[in-house]
């Protein structure tokens, strides 16, 4: 497995890509902002191989890439959302950001700067953050909960994980007990007030995550946790959203 980020980004959009190498089919689950080429930058990994592109996500810190590849897998219920370029069109700064939003991402964790850029370089000389959009395109493979990545000698098994975004999923390797979490579940602050979030379906995915037998959690930020781990955020993310149940 290969992990892969964009390290001069700040870590409220730095989405962690994790590549797997497969006997028939390689899988690289999420694609970062897309500020460079990910196959280009990566030649070692992608040229010549039969790749499966599978976003956790619509949201633009893990789509960003996607269009690179030929084969784009993504929940059903985010299929219209990736092809809409009005939706694909990310920030890379806080201009504009209103105050209640930047405050309820403080109290959340994350301490964006106010009016001021989210990246700490320049990815190429010439580079207009403000231009900055990724491609919007469609899926060829719409994905549901229990469908099945069949890599050849790994299956990933999709588990529909919807509250961060309707259509978020994750990708529950059984046999090795690693779970890909996406933005479902990281060691970090977790987001729950997008205009699509649902903090009663997140709820209910909290109390799934919690029963499954992990041993490894690679989620869509921040480092990798054990199965302690994740039980630990689970429950914290309930007490704080569902005190009493
Ligand atoms: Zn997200």
Redesign the pocket.
């Known amino acids: 497995m290969t992990h892969i980020t964009e390290p001069h980004v700040h870590t409220y959009l730095r ?1 962690n890509i994790w590549h797997l190498r497969g006997r028939d089919t390689d899988v690289v689950i999420d694609s970062g902002l897309g500020l460079v080429s990910l196959v280009g930058s990566f030649p070692e990994l992608f040229a010549g191989r039969r790749v499966l592109a599978v976003a ?2 619509y ?1 633009f ?2 789509v960003g890439g996607f269009h690179e590849f030929d084969d784009r897998a993504i929940h059903e219920a985010e299929a219209h959302l990736i092809t809409d370029e009005t939706v694909m069109a990310g920030r890379l700064h806080t201009r504009g950001a209103s105050p209640g939003q930047l405050a309820q991402l403080a109290e959340a964790g994350y301490d964006l700067p106010v009016e001021a850029e989210l990246l700490t370089a320049a990815p190429f000389a010439g580079f207009d953050p403000d231009a900055y959009t990724v491609t919007p395109c469609a899926a060829n493979r719409l994905l549901h909960d229990g469908d099945v990545v069949e890599m050849g000698d790994r299956s990933l098994e999709v588990l529909h994980l919807p509250g ?2 309707p259509g ?1 999923i994750g990708l529950w390797d059984a046999e090795r007990r690693v779970l890909f979490s ?2 479902a579940v990281y060691d970090g602050p977790l ?1 729950d007030f ?1 205009a699509d979030s649902d903090v009663a379906a997140y709820c209910e995915t909290m109390r799934r995550l919690r029963d499954l037998p992990a041993r490894r959690v690679h989620g ?1 930020h921040e480092a990798s946790f054990d199965g302690a781990r994740l039980r630990e955020l689970c429950d914290a993310y309930l007490h704080r959203r569902s005190p009493g149940s």
Do not use: V
């Open positions: 989405c956790t996500h949201h810190d893990h961060h975004s978020s996406g933005d987001l997008d869509g």
